[in-house]
């Protein structure tokens, strides 16, 4: 709709909100419901004129004010939404590497490490009894420090033979699960 001065719209006299609804482009009863539902008066779209109506400057600015609001309030979701989908595409990437063998679960390390030091635990508490035999009556603290330090070397020779474990993938979920459990 064209106002123009010869429709017989008085700038002093205000408008109807009839007027200001066809001015907008919406329906009267949608801009009732936006002035009622306005937080504060510098919000309200009908302010009266002073010749009666409503002063169609104020509610411009009012009506473009809160049109700018709303857009906003649908940029933020279109930042969620697209904050969610860098998401997902991190989480697929991931998965893809691990799939490919570049990327390992920080469960199957801890799991291997926990394993290798057990071995390795197990390796040292045996060598007190393989060696009682050989160094009791012995008298030389050099030759017993020999014979321990052999028994050492040996046993850390083995650890490095030792074969990795080697775990299902159902094991590992497994054990991720009961990590996430934990948490």
Known sequence: MMLEPSGGIDAMEGMTQGQLAEL??????RLAQIDKDADGEGEKLFVKADG???????????????????????AGFDAIRTEHE?????????????MRGDMVDTIEVQRLW?????????????????????IQGMTDAGQISRILEEELRAAMIELT?????????????DAEEESEDAE
Not at 24 to 29: I, L, Q, S
Not at 52 to 74: C, E, L, M, N
């Open 24 to 29: 907008a482009g919406v329906t009267a009863r």
């Open 52 to 74: 009666g109506g409503y002063d169609p400057a104020i509610f411009v600015q009012r009506f473009v004010a809160y049109r700018v609001r709303q857009a906003t309030k649908g």
């Open 86 to 98: 860098a998401i997902k595409a991190e989480k697929t990437r991931l998965q893809v590497l691990r």
């Open 114 to 134: 926990g394993d290798v030091i057990n071995t390795f635990k197990q390796a040292l508490l045996q060598i007190p009894a393989a060696v009682a035999q050989t």
């Open 161 to 173: 033979r030792a074969e990795s474990p080697q775990w299902t993938r159902e094991e590992v979920d």
